[in-house]
Antibody, heavy 120, light 110 residues
Framework: EVQLVESGGGLVQPGGSLRLSCAAS????????MDWVRQAPGKGLEWVGR??????????EYAASVKGRFTISRDDSKNSLYLQMNSLKTEDTAVYYC???????????WGQGTLVTVSS | QSVLTQPPSVSAAPGQKVTISCSGS????????VSWYQQLPGTAPKLLIY???KRPSGIPDRFSGSKSGTSATLGITGLQTGDEADYYC???????????FGGGTKLTVL
C-alpha cells in the first residue's frame, strides 16, 4: 500500500524557516518524481514544486511564488522527500501535501498534509 | 488567479448528471494530459481521472473525463450526496515548466 506521511509543520514567525519531511512507503520511491502542493485556508490547490528522479538528474522546478525561498530535496536511501522553506511570509500559511507523480504527470497518491502557519 | 479556469460551483439533484469544465491554453491542457481530483471536506485530494479520461482502480464509472483542444471536462452521473466535494483539474504547463491547477469547483448535490 502506497503511503505518504508529511511532518514538520507548525507555527513560525515571518522571515523564519521550516523544513518539512515526507516519508514514503509501499512503492519504489527512487523511480518517481515527487511534488509538493499546498492549500491555503479556504483556498484551492497550489503546486509548489517538483523533484525528478535520479534518471533525470534530480532536477527541480518551482512555482514563481516560492522560487529562491524554497528548496526541494530527496534522499532515496531513506525514501524521503523534503521541503526547506526560508524567508517565510504570512501568505505561505497553508496545508502542505507531498504527492507522488506518475507517468503523464498526474499526482496519483497524496499524503494527509501538514499545516504551516506563518504568523507573529 | 489560477492558470486553469473552472466554474466556482455547480449543483444538481441526486441521480442527475453534472459536468465541470476546465479551460487552459496550448502550453498546458493543449499539450499535456489532464487529471481530475476530488477533495472531500477536511481530507487530502484524491485522484479521480488521469491521462484525460482514465479512471484509477476503485473509481466508479460514474466519473468520466474528456479533453478537446485546450479544454477538459469532468462528468459525474448518478449523483449521490457523497459526491459533494471540491473538484480540481490539473496538468503541467510546458512553457512555464510548472504544475498548474484549476481554482476548484464546489459540487452541491441538492
Amino acid at each position: 500500500e502506497v503511503q505518504l506521511v508529511e511532518s514538520g509543520g507548525g507555527l513560525v514567525q515571518p522571515g523564519g524557516s521550516l523544513r518539512l519531511s515526507c516519508a514514503a512507503s509501499g512503492f519504489t520511491f527512487s523511480d518517481h518524481y515527487m511534488d509538493w502542493v499546498r492549500q491555503a485556508p479556504g483556498k484551492g490547490l497550489e503546486w509548489v514544486g517538483r523533484t525528478r528522479n535520479k534518471a533525470n538528474s534530480y532536477t527541480t522546478e518551482y512555482a514563481a511564488s516560492v522560487k529562491g525561498r524554497f528548496t526541494i530535496s530527496r534522499d532515496d536511501s531513506k525514501n524521503s522527500l523534503y521541503l526547506q522553506m526560508n524567508s517565510l511570509k504570512t501568505e505561505d500559511t497553508a496545508v502542505y501535501y507531498c504527492a507522488r507523480s506518475s507517468g503523464g504527470g498526474t499526482n496519483d497518491y497524496w499524503g494527509q498534509g501538514t499545516l504551516v502557519t506563518v504568523s507573529s | 488567479q489560477s492558470v486553469l479556469t473552472q466554474p466556482p460551483s455547480v449543483s444538481a439533484a441526486p441521480g442527475q448528471k453534472v459536468t465541470i469544465s476546465c479551460s487552459g491554453s496550448s502550453s498546458n491542457i493543449g499539450n499535456n494530459y489532464v487529471s481530475w481530483y476530488q477533495q472531500l471536506p477536511g481530507t487530502a485530494p484524491k485522484l479521480l481521472i488521469y491521462e484525460n479520461n482514465k479512471r484509477p482502480s476503485g473509481i466508479p464509472d460514474r466519473f468520466s473525463g474528456s479533453k478537446s483542444g485546450t479544454s477538459a471536462t469532468l462528468g459525474i452521473t448518478g449523483l449521490q450526496t457523497g459526491d459533494e466535494a471540491d473538484y480540481y483539474c490539473g496538468t503541467w504547463d510546458s512553457s512555464l515548466s510548472v504544475g498548474v491547477f484549476g481554482g476548484g469547483t464546489k459540487l452541491t448535490v441538492l
